[in-house]
Structure formats: C-alpha cells, structure tokens
C-alpha cells in the first residue's frame, strides 16, 4: 500500500509539475511542486481506503495551489528568513508569544506564534503554530504543526 501511495503522490507531483511549466515563475513552479507534496503528505494523514485516495488527492491539489501562489510572491531570503523564524519561534516561544521576521528587500513580511503544545504518543513534542505571512499589503494565514526531531530541528507535519 506504501508503494502505490508513493506512486499516486509521484504520479500527481509529476502532473503539477507539467501544468507549472506554463506559470511565472521557478518559484511558483517549486511552490506548486512542493505544496502538492506537503498536502497529499497531510492527506494521506486523513482517512482509510478510497476515502483515504481522495483525502491525498486534494490535499495535493489544494497545497499545490497555495504553494503556487505563495510560492510567485516570496523570493529565496524571504523563504529563509520565514524558515528560520518559524524554526526559532517553535524552540524556544511559549504558547502565544508570536515573534516575526521582515525582508526589507521586498516588503514581506511575517509573524510566528505557536498555539498549543502537546507531547505525542510516540514521546516527540508536538507544537501548532500559525503563520502569518504579508505579500504586498495583503495577509495570508497559514495554520500548521510541527513535531520536533532528535536533531533538534522542528518537521512540519501538516
């Protein structure tokens, strides 16, 4: 079952990845390819069965989307310093303490703030978070989770 997953979620990558060629942008096309990714990841999360299919294939297409658009707007440092805030912000904030991240360069800009923190079954820390993120005037929320590795490092989970 692993494989075939594996080979839908390869398969839908593949075809997003066509359909990006006709868009703007390297980042838009490398948003769009790892959006659809990230959502069939969390999708594949959700479900058992053909509901489980179904639960990957939108959620490949809806993270293909955002990713495309958030991925046209945000450049290389933008995505740098949004990474190493979220990362700093999951580490060391407290539920409710928002630190934010700004790229002078381009005008975006960002603010991380961790919601809940739980301990998961399998022992890891897991923490949501919401990120606020604003392109050119206008607010985007993205809501996630993210689990802490043995490296010390933070994994978005969904």
Same mark, same amino acid.
């Given at each position: 079952?692993? *494989? =075939?997953?594996? @080979?839908?979620?390869?398969?839908?990558?593949?075809?997003?990845?066509?359909?990006?060629?006709?868009?703007?942008?390297?980042?838009?096309? /490398?948003?769009?390819? *790892?959006?659809?990714?990230?959502?069939?990841? &969390?999708?594949?999360?959700?479900? =058992?069965?053909?509901?489980?299919?179904?639960?990957?294939?939108?959620?490949?297409?809806?993270? &293909?989307?955002?990713?495309?658009?958030?991925?046209? &707007? /945000?450049?290389?440092?933008?995505?740098?310093?949004? !990474?190493?805030?979220?990362?700093? @912000?999951?580490?060391?904030?407290?539920?409710?303490?928002?630190?934010?991240?700004? $790229?002078? $360069?381009?005008? !975006?800009?960002?603010?991380?703030?961790?919601?809940?923190?739980?301990?998961? =079954?399998?022992?890891?820390?897991?923490?949501?978070?919401? !990120?606020?993120?604003?392109?050119?005037?206008?607010?985007?929320?993205?809501?996630?989770?993210?689990?802490?590795?043995?490296?010390? =490092?933070?994994? @978005?989970?969904?």
């Amino acid at each position: 079952m692993k *494989i =075939s997953k594996f @080979v839908l979620v390869l398969g839908m990558a593949a075809f997003l990845a066509a359909c990006a060629e006709n868009q703007n942008s390297e980042k838009q096309t /490398l948003g769009t390819i *790892i959006g659809a990714g990230l959502g069939a990841l &969390a999708g594949s999360q959700v479900g =058992s069965g053909k509901g489980k299919l179904a639960a990957v294939a939108i959620g490949a297409l809806g993270g &293909a989307f955002a990713g495309g658009q958030l991925g046209k &707007a /945000l450049d290389d440092v933008d995505r740098l310093k949004a !990474h190493q805030t979220q990362q700093t @912000v999951l580490e060391k904030n407290k539920d409710g303490q928002s630190s934010t991240w700004n $790229n002078p $360069n381009t005008g !975006h800009s960002g603010r991380v703030t961790p919601t809940n923190t739980q301990q998961a =079954s399998t022992g890891e820390y897991c923490r949501e978070y919401e !990120h606020e993120i604003t392109v050119d005037g206008r607010k985007e929320v993205v809501k996630g989770t993210a689990c802490r590795q043995r490296d010390g =490092s933070w994994r @978005v989970i969904n």
